[in-house]
């Protein structure tokens, strides 16, 4: 480390004193940064992408006849899979339903997708394994907290695929909950919801949200 101490005598306190501006000007160079320049403003767009996605995200309930590809529903599928979960149990999967006739089917027996939902090119259905919830009493919420975060993973990227989405929560009338079981879980695993994909040519208005979560 140089010595920066001015010493009275003629030429040492010439070099010193150069020495001092080299390195100020060395300083002042790093601070600038320009070889990280390219990467922190690489860093800075990415995100802004996310914070993007997250203001631009919509629920889509109108979709065109554009279908999503066997790639996109893998992509989608495989970043689902990734998210935090608890106790890196992973017991959140998914089923797809893309035929008309199941899909008219589940606008009749889901609640929240009465009218609209046979109109989705793909319907995720996702179930939890039960088995998976060891403790007392967090079976009642855990896998829908679960499913939670598997949900907005795939808001995410689907809003970065241009591919529209809405979920519909697991609300099944009673007396039709033997048809859905009949149908679509035979394994008596945890329904914790539908998501509806598709593709469209307008993207849904966005609502009204409030500027923040926190109670004052």
Known sequence: M???????????????????????ILHKHMKKDIHQKRYTKHQSKKKR????ILESRVSQRIFNNDPITDEEIKKITHYMAEVP??????????????????KELLGGLLVGG???IHRADKVLLLFA???????????????????????????LICEEMKIGTCFVNPNIREEYKKYFNEKFNK????FCGA?????YDK??????????????
């Open 114 to 116: 009465v009218g609209w």
């Open 129 to 155: 394994f039960g088995d998976a919830y060891k403790a007392a009493g967090e079976i009642k919420f855990m896998p829908y907290l679960d499913a939670g975060a598997v949900l907005m993973a795939s808001y």
């Open 2 to 24: 140089l010595d920066f101490k001015i010493f009275c005598k003629g030429e040492e306190l010439k070099e010193k004193i150069e020495e001092k501006k080299i390195i100020n």
């Open 187 to 190: 394994g008596e695993l945890i």
């Open 85 to 102: 979960n608890s106790c890196s149990r992973q017991a959140i999967y998914a089923i797809v339903i893309d035929d008309r006739v199941s």
């Open 203 to 216: 993207k849904a208005g966005k609502n009204i949200k409030k500027n923040s979560i926190l109670i004052k």
């Open 49 to 52: 992408q996310l914070i993007e």
């Open 195 to 199: 998501l509806a994909l598709g593709k």
